[in-house]
């Protein structure tokens, strides 16, 4: 079954102006992932977010958790073409494998 | 850096044939996932096994679907016979780093078109 749930499922936009891209899910979970698959170089981790954090950052990325939704957001500031892929949020509980959200399209154009 | 190997990358056979993945951590670890991923869609947990033993095959179609983990190492993907429904990605996944946070490294998968 899926946990999590992105939303929009797809998203277009210019490059250099930001995307965010939201999911939320059902259960307690130990952390939260965002993953980025193209056709280039598969389905790659990009990010992890402990359920103690409330936001994360690394280079232009920023994740942010809320517990207490059940929500998490991942933004991509200032976009590039290369960008353009399919992102998937994935949750992690103790003791099982990661499940997938469907997943939004990102299409950066330029 | 960890690195898996998955062949054949593209497989088209007929319904009601057999098809079997490969896959090869280059470096290796006692957790070795299988997913399948359906066109548009997430990854979905098909089986985890640490070392030789299965620790989650809840989502594996057994009455079709087999896998095994050949001395802790590489590990086979078999369905038999396939059906239309199975055409998808087929992802091998092991822990990223220490794996102590469930981070996992894909290999670039196998794409299943059953006609």
């Known amino acids: 079954s899926q946990q999590g749930e992105e939303d929009p499922q797809a998203l277009s936009i210019q490059e250099g102006e930001n995307a965010t891209m939201n999911c939320s899910y059902k259960t307690s979970i130990n952390n939260l992932q965002w993953y980025r698959q193209n056709s280039g170089r598969g389905l790659v981790h990009l990010i992890l977010i402990r359920s103690n954090e409330r936001e994360k950052h690394s280079g232009r990325l920023r994740v942010t958790l809320d517990t207490s939704k059940k929500s998490s957001s991942l933004l991509i500031t200032a976009s590039r073409a290369a960008d353009t892929a399919s992102y998937f949020c994935?949750?992690?509980?103790?003791?099982?494998?990661?499940?997938f959200g469907k997943g939004t399209t990102l299409s950066v154009s330029s | 850096e960890a690195g898996v190997a998955q062949s054949p990358r593209y497989k088209i056979i007929e319904k009601r044939q057999s098809v079997a993945f490969w896959c090869n951590p280059i470096s290796g670890h006692a957790t070795l996932y299988w997913y399948q991923q359906i066109l548009g869609q997430g990854p979905k947990l098909l089986i985890q096994?640490?070392?030789?033993?299965?620790?989650?095959d809840s989502q594996l179609p057994k009455d079709r679907f087999s896998a095994e983990r050949l001395k802790g190492v590489d590990s086979t993907l078999k369905i038999q016979p396939a059906k239309l429904e199975d055409s998808a990605v087929y992802l091998c996944?092991?822990?990223?780093?220490?794996?102590?946070?469930?981070?996992?490294?894909f290999g670039p998968g196998t794409r299943l078109t059953v006609l």
């Open positions: 996944a092991i822990p990223r780093g220490s794996g102590a946070y469930n981070e996992q490294f």
């Open positions: 096994f640490q070392n030789n033993g299965v620790v989650d």
């Open positions: 994935a949750t992690d509980q103790a003791g099982t494998a990661l499940i």
